[in-house]
């Protein structure tokens, strides 16, 4: 299950909306972001000793050079929410850390909650939370999909959970 809590990060309840601003500078673009997982993918897959096939790593290539050109609605994006940097406030019911900021489009921010196997890992949990943050928050589902896909393999390198993130790359894949 995704907490409520999760949900209203991007949801229209008031506390929420504060996450659904128009951003621009200083803030770097999800556009630069994406080119620069981009360029060095490929070196840090061989350096890891190709730790999984080279069509889940040709998939997060074509991702990360096809998405951007066409994001909807620049907004700003913490990259990195998952249940770990979500706390427990007084001043708020709860506080996002860690955000990792970029401006970008909202497809984007599900990615972290989709991948997170803390909410559970295996391929119905994974869809599941997928297809309920598209549809609860109106993303496109398939541009979420493919974001989620891209940034788990760029994110899977040098991290404790390398099987788990291109597990859940091969669901979404």
């Known amino acids: 299950m995704i907490p409520r809590a999760t949900l209203c990060c991007w949801s229209d309840a008031s506390p929420g909306r504060r996450f659904r601003k128009p951003a621009g500078a200083p803030f770097r673009t999800l556009a630069d972001e994406a ?5 060095d993918l490929l070196e840090q897959w061989e350096q890891a000793g ?3 096939e080279q069509e889940l790593l040709d998939a997060a290539l074509d991702v990360l050079s096809t998405l951007p050109a066409s994001q909807g609605e620049q907004v700003l994006l913490h990259q990195d929410l ?3 940097n979500v706390l427990r406030a007084q001043r708020e019911p709860w506080l996002a850390i860690d955000p990792k900021p970029l401006t970008g489009e909202r497809e984007l921010s ?3 909650i989709v991948r997170a196997f803390e909410f559970g890992h295996g391929r119905q949990q994974v869809a599941y939370r997928l297809d309920r943050l598209t549809a609860e928050l ?4 398939e541009r979420s999909r493919l974001w989620t896909l891209a940034q788990t393999i760029a994110w899977c390198f040098g991290s404790d959970y390398l099987e788990r993130h ?8």
């Open 35 to 39: 080119a620069w997982w981009a360029e």
């Open 50 to 52: 190709r730790p999984f």
């Open 82 to 84: 998952h249940g770990d």
């Open 110 to 112: 599900v990615a972290p």
């Open 138 to 141: 109106g993303l496109n589902r």
């Open 166 to 173: 291109v597990e859940t790359a091969r669901w979404l894949l």
